[in-house]
């Protein structure tokens, strides 16, 4: 039963992904209707406007037409790439909040007390995303200085969360045993029969719900890579049209070692 719990609970926390397509920042990138700008503080490393203009370092930077037409491919790019994603973030979070609240609704725990350990892992892991990406209507900042804090110590704390919620769990599962025991239809073991098939059947449709909400998320996170897969080889065209650009290398495709922080589909 425990294992089953636990099982459960971390089902809708993990999406396992063949895919390896990231945003590699080191920097800041900012996002509004008009630019897209990359910045270290308050330094801008680069900016392109909407009509594909440039200026690296706050310089503005002479293009060709076609050099121009990649920039503003590329800026609209990273735009619809930094709005799905923080957009597929927020429903990855509201699945597992899903999953909790079924759980501890389904075995009688207090969700403003004893489960308040896996509503404070979960609103810690919110309140990291919160720091590093930030979204005030179309305008979206993703702070790739702070993206190490995303998952800090999140694994540790929700572990350690489970198994505090888990003692109240099993009291409670004890307690519905023993009451189904106790009264309704049938014999003992029909009543057993009866209470664990009821038990199997919960653990069996959250997992399928969970299992068919985390395909959706995946094959949304798929279609973010491919996405990010065009635009990296946007983005390397631009690095050859634009020497000054190649140390600002944002898309990694197949993973970069020497990146800092990515976030990865």
Known sequence: MKLLIAA????????????NCSLQLKDDLVINQ??????????????????????????????????SANLQQYQAGLRD?????????????EMANTAVSR???????DTTDQASTLNAALSHMRNN??????????????????M?????????????AVE???????????????????GGEGTFEQRMQAFETKMDKFGEDLDAEMNAKGDA???????????????????????TQVPQMAKFDVISVDGDEDSVASLQF
Do not use: P
Request: glycine residues 8%; aromatic residues 4%.
């Open 8 to 19: 459960t609970l971390f089902s809708s926390m993990t999406m396992a992904s063949e895919h």
């Open 34 to 67: 008009s630019q897209v700008e990359l910045k270290r503080g308050d330094e801008s490393l680069w900016r392109i406007n909407n009509q594909g203009a440039l200026w690296i370092n706050g310089k503005a930077v002479d293009t060709d037409r076609a050099t």
């Open 81 to 93: 790439s930094a709005k799905d994603t923080v957009v597929l973030v927020a429903d990855a979070l």
């Open 103 to 109: 759980v501890m609704e389904q075995f009688g725990v």
């Open 129 to 146: 995303i919160d720091q590093v990406v930030y979204r005030d209507g179309d305008d979206i900042t993703i702070h790739g200085s702070k």
């Open 148 to 160: 190490d804090r995303i998952g800090n110590g999140f694994d540790e704390e929700m572990s350690k």
């Open 164 to 182: 505090e919620s888990m003692a109240e769990i099993t009291g409670n599962v004890l307690m519905m045993v023993g009451k189904a025991m106790a």
């Open 217 to 239: 998320l995946e094959a949304r996170g798929q279609q973010i890579c491919s996405k990010l897969q065009t635009l990296d080889s946007l983005e390397q065209q631009i690095q």
